[in-house]
């Protein structure tokens, strides 16, 4: 069987979930190695929720991203459409029209109105986006809160700070071997 969203969704909601609540930007690359997902495939995703509005991002040592509205204000449905790009769940075919008994020329009764099964589809698919539009980011976020023991956040917090410091460093031993080598005249 295969699913209905793609393998982006689920990286992006799970990333998303790590900015909510967190007022510092997070880089692409830390989300993406803290949840042991592709750095390159969570980089390529983000851009699309920033213009979508959903997030906000800023370049620099404490750079990345940031939700641009609080939680309870990003529905599911939004995030959903600016990964997937809105596409409909069911691509109706037309088969109804293909039976050997009508020939070349199905009759008007055969194909005549919206087809049943994708009036089905498209039945499921709205219950689907209206569940989605009345589930925030705030409520998933909650739902995985309520699961996880209360150190678990402060253990991730911490993780993220460390991974600044080690940029921080990083780029610090950059500047002073840089200086080493091409020394002031």
Known sequence: ????????TEYVLHSLLWLVDNPEPVSSFDLAELQDIPAA???????????AGLLTASEGLRGG????????????????????GGKSLFNCQEIRGRCALFG???????????????????RAEQAMRRELAQTSLADLAAAVRNKAPSPFFGEAHAWFEERIQTRRTSRVR??????????AA
């Open 41 to 51: 495939f969570v980089a390529k995703q983000l851009p699309k929720l920033e213009k």
């Open 65 to 84: 991203y940031r939700l641009a509205r609080p939680a309870d204000e990003i529905s599911i449905l939004a995030v959903v459409d600016a990964v997937e």
């Open 1 to 8: 069987m295969t699913s209905l969203y793609g393998a982006s």
């Open 174 to 183: 950059q500047r002073k071997r840089s200086r080493i080598r091409s020394p």
């Open 104 to 122: 070349q020329r199905p009759p008007e009764w055969a194909v005549q109105g919206v087809c049943g099964i994708h009036a089905v589809m498209l």
